[in-house]
């Protein structure tokens, strides 16, 4: 390709300047023939945000096409700004998850703050009020010289944006590998309450209507935002500062509240976040989902700093902006509200109907493209895969048994993974609102949406060891989480969002892992009836060619019908009985026992049966909901002696266990077998409960009594609640007063 004269402010079009925008050679000819001719810089620009992977889904598309996005209480899948769930009473739920990872490595606390904001808007882009927001983050090795600043502003971007906005965070997960080193991981989820009725999309419907720019001034942050999002990191990351967002969360209530105030009006037909690629996507795709054409002028644009041209007016990802398409009308009435909330409102354009995307600026035409095609003809590639090689099994005789039981499991319950999160959930506000029924540290957050004690219950969860060692079993076994996390609560499991976290898809092997994940997540959402309404994809999660454990983050939502129901993992009463549901722990292969106190990260993670797991569940939602347990807690990280140690911590009281002597102990205890559950029940119940699950084809035993100070298990080891509190609590605080000691 040889240089030529670009169409607006004398800039060649050169290889370089295409690499810069990253898009390939072959990619920026089917550009060139699309359009017939030479693009202008502004529209070079328009197109690199269009088609990288962070918008346009190249690589992944055709996996995605592959998931279950449908159910009988699915009102809006994925193709919007979130997806919709009808829960009933006329209300609906709104949630999505969404990746800011490679913006929060660079500036952290920016970065993740931004990435709340982002998700929270496309909540409320739907016409939903924000009830909930959760997190799952993952950082390199505790000991890595960036950990301990990256955990800290990342929390604190997080915690400064959503208490700030007023959205209480409710949930999320924190953990730790030397794989994340180089590419740590920040996905943001927000939940919101709608009138199912009531739902606003983004699809522009009518001709020569004005298109309405709202919210905050447009700045020179955030450009090549999504360009930067969809490469691999190298020795220049610092230089990538300029690309990251600057949020204002307060700008961003004044913006729910006027938007909330003019749905309520009958004045909005279309409304787009401004997210990835800006005041381009957003255009773009109102447009060409409604089969309309779109001009905008660009002197009408509200800019926060002189001199900005064009080709950084389309591609800035400032924050707290949206587009809409106005019923001209009230166009009045709406600017009338904007500004009482001290807001920006500007008629930057208009639709049309000859499907053409123009930009004027200064009386020229600096971008004159299809919009339709803009999308349709986006790069959609089939990339080469291989089968991932899954390592060996691991038999009882390949895994030794603790020398000091008792010391296992206070090294286990302190190790980086398995400590208390308190020390990142404290900085949050988990109560603003006063509908948190369910705080941080159970299976699932709970949150009152009725009067009338009805409750939604929200989580996120994926074990990134498990995908890495069998993608397949990995990506049903994310979903199963969720869904035991959402059960242990007594909530029905409705649907999910995902975010997909990996490393480079043009490597076959990461390809291939990315591609039997999806299958995994597919086959699970399929059996447990569980379809995916929403989600985001993170590829080129890598630096230096070094890629992240691959994380297919899956977020949860289920219902409670009535939150006095609401099971909670804490002991309740001295003498209850301790019930296993789904049998005794044998798998040990990538167990956090193998790692954390045998030092060894190997074998194949536990299968997953789909079956038995929707069996299990049902059994004890049911026994949930009728009132017959006093307890609940899934069986995950850690297995059996995890669980009962998160139960002993939570109350305050102790147990006794006996467990089977044809069982190999250390199995038992710290197998993560999956489809798994401790209840608890008042002893006269016991019997009949277990009788009821044998008649459901269930494995259920009594294996312990709620009862003392500590974990005393086979009348043998005893483990005092008081050192394990120390161990489990002390971790977090501890490694991050030495980073205060540090800096």
């Excluded at 895994?399 to 949050?428: F, T």
């Excluded at 975010?499 to 990461?510: A, C, D, R, S, V």
């Excluded at 994809?537 to 219902?559: D, Q, R």
């Excluded at 006269?684 to 269930?698: F, N, R, T």
């Amino acid at each position: 390709m040889t240089a030529k004269p670009a169409y607006f402010n004398n800039v060649a079009i050169t290889d370089e300047l295409v690499a810069q925008h990253g898009l390939k050679p072959d990619e920026y000819d089917r550009f060139e023939k699309l359009i017939g001719r030479t693009p202008t810089l502004t529209e070079l620009g328009i197109v690199s945000a269009m088609w990288n992977e962070h918008c346009s889904y190249k690589s992944s598309k055709k996996w995605l096409k592959t998931l279950p996005i449908t159910g009988d209480r699915v009102i809006q899948g994925p193709g919007e700004n979130a997806g919709v769930i009808d829960i009933g009473d006329g209300q609906a739920i709104v949630f999505k998850m969404e990746s800011h990872n490679h913006p929060s490595f660079i500036e952290p606390y920016q970065g993740a703050g931004t990435g709340v904001g982002g998700i929270l808007r496309d909540v409320f882009t739907m016409g939903a009020r924000p009830i909930a927001a959760l997190n799952a983050l993952r950082f390199g090795a505790p000991d890595h010289p960036k950990t301990r600043h990256l955990v800290s502003g990342v929390v604190a971007g997080i915690g400064g944006y959503g208490n700030s906005f007023g959205v209480p965070t409710v949930g999320g997960e924190v953990n730790f590998h030397d794989r994340y080193n180089g590419n740590i991981l920040v996905n943001a989820m927000a939940v919101g309450l709608a009138d199912a009725d009531k739902i606003f999309y983004s699809e522009a419907k009518g001709v020569g209507l004005p298109v309405v720019y709202l919210g905050a001034k447009t700045g020179r942050d955030g450009i090549h935002g999504a360009t930067m999002a969809s490469a691999e990191f190298d020795d220049s990351i610092e230089e990538k500062r300029p690309t990251v967002q600057v949020g204002d969360p307060f700008t961003e209530k004044c913006l729910l509240e006027a938007c909330m105030e003019l749905m309520a009006s009958g004045a909005v037909i279309a409304i787009q976040d401004m997210g990835a690629a800006g005041l381009t996507c957003s255009a773009v795709e109102m447009g060409a989902k409604g089969g309309l054409g779109v001009e905008l002028n660009l002197n009408a644009v509200p800019c926060r700093e002189d001199g900005m041209t064009p080709y950084e007016m389309m591609l800035s990802e400032s924050q707290e902006r949206m587009l809409m398409v106005l019923r001209p009308e009230q166009e009045k009435e709406a600017e009338a509200i904007f500004h009482k909330w001290g807001l920006d409102f500007a008629i930057v354009g208009k639709t049309t109907d000859d499907l053409r995307f123009r930009c004027m600026w200064n009386d020229e035409e600096v971008a004159n493209l299809p919009i339709r095609e803009l999308g349709d003809e986006a790069p959609e590639y089939d990339r080469p895969w291989i089968e991932p090689t899954v390592p060996a099994a691991l038999s009882a005789d390949d895994i030794p048994a603790p020398n000091d039981l008792a010391e296992a499991v206070v090294k286990l319950m302190g190790s980086p993974d398995m400590a208390s999160r308190r020390w990142v959930w404290e900085q949050y506000d988990h109560l603003i609102q006063s509908n948190s029924a369910q705080v941080p540290g159970g299976d699932a957050a709970v949150v009152r949406v009725k009067d009338d004690g009805k409750a939604i219950a929200i989580c996120t969860d994926v074990t990134p060891r498990y995908v890495e060692a069998d993608p397949f079993e990995g990506g049903k076994q994310a979903v199963a989480e969720v869904w035991r996390n959402l059960t242990a609560v007594g909530a029905e499991p409705i649907a999910i969002t995902d975010n997909l976290n990996f490393g480079n898809p043009e490597k076959p092997e990461i390809m291939g892992t990315f591609v039997k994940a999806v299958q995994g997540i597919g086959e699970a959402c399929n059996a447990l009836s569980f379809p995916v309404v929403s989600g985001n994809v993170s590829l080129y999660n890598e630096t230096h060619g070094k890629g992240i454990l691959p994380t297919p983050a899956i977020g949860g939502v289920g219902l409670l019908p009535d939150v006095s129901r609401m099971a909670t993992l804490a002991f309740k009463n001295e003498g209850d009985a301790i019930i296993l549901i789904g049998g005794h722990g044998s798998h040990l292969g990538q167990s956090m026992y193998l790692r954390e106190v045998l030092g060894r990260e190997q074998g194949t993670p536990p299968p997953v049966d789909l079956e038995q797991e929707k069996t299990n569940g049902d059994f004890v939602r049911m026994k949930i909901q009728k009132g017959r347990t006093t307890a609940v807690h899934d069986i995950s990280d850690g297995g059996l002696v995890a669980a009962l140690a998160d139960m002993a911590l939570a109350s305050g009281t102790g147990c006794k266990i006996e467990l089977p002597r044809d069982v190999e102990t250390h199995a038992a205890l710290f197998g993560e077998d999956q489809a798994r559950y401790v209840l608890t029940c008042k002893p006269m119940d016991a019997h009949g409960l277990i009788g009821a699950a044998e008649d459901a084809g269930i494995s259920a035993s009594r294996i312990g009594t709620v009862t003392g100070s500590g974990l005393i298990v086979m009348g043998e080891a005893s483990i005092s609640l008081n050192k394990l509190r120390e161990a489990h609590e002390g971790w977090f605080p501890d490694y991050m007063s030495t980073a205060a000691e540090v800096a």
